[in-house]
Each structure stands twice: as C-alpha cells, then as structure tokens.
C-alpha cells in the first residue's frame, strides 16, 4: 500500500536563509508520526508546505498518490489535511458551534443539516460541546487549544496536521488533551504532530523524525530516538526532562 503522504526533496528558502533542505518523506495511513527539533529547525514551515500555506520552492508532495504541491490550500483541506495553528486562531465573536461549523460546512462542502451534525460528534470528542453557545473570544487556552483541533476534525481530514496543540498547557490539560489524541489514533487516523512537550509526543507516535537546520537529522521509533546522541546533543538542555519523563 502506498503511503497517505509523500515528501520528495522538498525544499523552501526565505531569501538566503534555507529553512527546508531537501526533506524526503513517507508517512503511512493511520501512523502518527512525531516531528521533533529545536526553534529554528524549520518544524513548522514543513507543516505549512504539507497544508498549502506555504508554497515550495522545490520538490513534490503527493497525498493519496495524487500531487498536490501546486494546489491551494483550500483545495488541499478538502481532499482531506486538516490542520491546527500553533497560536490558537478562531473567530472570537462567533460561538464555539460556529466556529466548527464553518469547518465541516465548507472544510467539505455539507449540507447546513450534515455540518451540524459532524460539529457535535466533534464537539463531545473534543470535550467542548457543554460550551458550544460560548463566545471562542471568552475560552480560556485549553478551551482555544481543543477548538483549534475541533475546527481541524470538523473537516473529516485523511490527515491531521498538530502543531504544537499542547503548548502552554498544564500537565493535567497535557494528560486530557493526549486522550483526546489517543482516541483520534484508536479511529485510525493519521497524524503528524510537532511538539516541544517531548514526553507528551513520544507517548503517542508511532515514530519520530527529528530534525534540524531544515534537514532530517534522524528517525526511528521513539524509545530510539531518546537514547540516539545526536539527538541529545541538539536538545541538550532538556536531555533530562526527555530521560526523566518517559522512563517514570
């Protein structure tokens, strides 16, 4: 079987500053695949050429073997990669329902009817649907992580795109958000999730891809990973937390 998604020698420069270089990549249906490496290691600028935001400068991307780095954003989403933004980015004076059901209505062209009714199976997976009349401009930073990842999954996406959604959370809004995750993994989908919450991300992928200076330092699986010293060596500061953690 052919992978869901399919980097080839992907690259993308900003002026003279090379942030992806030459990045080759497959990533099998229903695998969550971790992506970690320091700031600057160009984690989320990969992100963004596999969603559409941003165009490449070299290389193909094919999803469900069919190209798509030459398509907009808006198409890709719905042939099936939904996405979250590191920074929380919903629509502050619409309701929590609305802002999913934008998602669902025109992520995949439903009906108002169909729209509504993926909104709430997204809503109660998410933990949100007791607060579905909030305004999202009142959530609190859980609230707005699990909507962001709400808004993704109303677009019914082959391909779920995770950046950084555990960011600034507590470990206890950390442990809910993995369920979450877990669940999504359980109803087979497939998943790519840069994270700097490394414990978090090594207990849900199935594999990690570490990189840096936009180039694939090393993958494998993440008990691997952990112990590989090129890998701790580029962490270096958090080489203990990482051991601590995982091995608890």
Not at 31 to 51: F, M, Q
Not at 229 to 234: A, D, I, W, Y
Request: glycine content about 10%; proline content about 4%; aromatic content about 4%.
């Amino acid at each position: 079987m052919a992978p869901i998604l399919q980097l080839q020698s992907v690259s993308k420069s900003f002026g003279a500053l090379q942030v992806i270089n030459q990045i080759s990549l497959d990533v099998k249906e229903g695998e969550t695949l971790g992506i970690l490496g320091p700031n600057g290691a160009g984690k989320t600028t990969l992100l963004n050429l596999i969603s559409g935001d941003l165009a490449l400068d070299t290389g193909t991307i094919f999803f469900l073997g069919e190209p798509v780095h030459s398509i907009p954003a808006s198409r890709r989403c719905q042939l099936g990669i939904g996405r979250t933004n590191q920074i929380p980015k919903p629509f502050e004076g619409m309701t929590v329902l609305e802002n999913v059901l934008v998602g669902a209505t025109y992520g995949q062209n439903k009906s108002q009817n169909e729209g509504y009714k993926k909104s709430a199976e997204v809503l109660e997976l998410t933990g949100l649907y007791d607060q579905r009349d909030k305004l999202a401009g009142n959530l609190r930073l859980l609230e707005r992580k699990r909507l962001e990842l709400a808004r993704a999954l109303a677009t019914n996406p082959d391909l779920l795109l995770l950046d950084e959604i555990a960011g600034g959370l507590t470990d206890h809004e950390v442990a809910e958000l993995l369920t979450v995750i877990r669940t999504l993994k359980e109803q087979g989908r497939t998943i790519i999730w840069i994270e700097h919450i490394v414990h978090a991300l090594v207990s849900a992928a199935d594999r990690i891809v570490a990189i840096n200076f936009g180039s694939v330092l090393i993958e494998g699986n993440p008990a691997s990973i952990l112990e590989n010293p090129m890998f701790r060596q580029v962490y270096l500061g958090v080489e203990t937390e990482i051991t601590a953690k995982d091995h608890a």
